[in-house]
């Protein structure tokens, strides 16, 4: 899940069929693979982040609802967080910098973040402080301890 500080750049994105076979959650890094459509990010390939998950639990236990509009695998998200990003009806991706708050499912939570520090992307589109060898993508803001397991960072796209 993701918290968006102010309202930036968004734009609605496909999903994958990869994504769409195995879900995703909000704050999940996405590459651009066709017309609008996207797929999880490399280190060296990213176009933005998802706003809204799909099909998976998050840490609070609360599902994301999906339905089949028109029998066309076109699902509306029900969001209980992201209301005020405006991503009620379709597959969201921020395409702008920004502060945000990411929760334990989007970054690695094996590892112990300092401010200031540069965040980079593994290879499944997660945050990390393990330098890749591309640009890095966010700087840490707040670390998880301050606040309540939330990593908060100033995306720089």
Do not use: C
């Not at 704050?27 to 490399?42: I, M, P």
């Not at 699902?75 to 395409?95: D, G, H, I, R």
């Not at 939570?109 to 330098?131: H, K, P, R, W």
Request: overall charge negative; charged content about 20%; hydrophobic content about 40%.
């Amino acid at each position: 899940m993701v918290k968006m500080f102010f309202k930036g750049w968004r734009m609605p994105v496909k999903a994958g069929p990869v994504l769409m076979q195995t879900g995703w959650y909000g704050g999940q890094w996405v590459r651009f693979v066709g017309d609008l459509t996207v797929e999880k990010a490399t280190p060296s390939s990213v176009a933005g982040l998802l706003l809204n998950g799909y099909k998976l639990e998050d840490y609070d236990g609360k599902p994301y609802h999906y339905i089949d509009l028109d029998g066309q695998k076109t699902f509306v998200p029900y969001q209980y967080e992201n209301k005020s990003v405006m991503a009620l009806s379709k597959v969201t991706m921020a395409t702008d910098d920004g502060l945000y708050d990411f929760n334990r499912n989007v970054y690695d939570t094996s590892l112990i973040y300092a401010y200031n520090e540069f965040l980079y992307l593994n290879a499944d589109g997660i945050l990390t402080n393990v330098d890749s060898g591309s640009s890095y993508v966010a700087v840490v803001a707040g670390i998880p301890d301050d606040n309540n397991g939330w990593l908060r960072v100033l995306v720089r796209m």
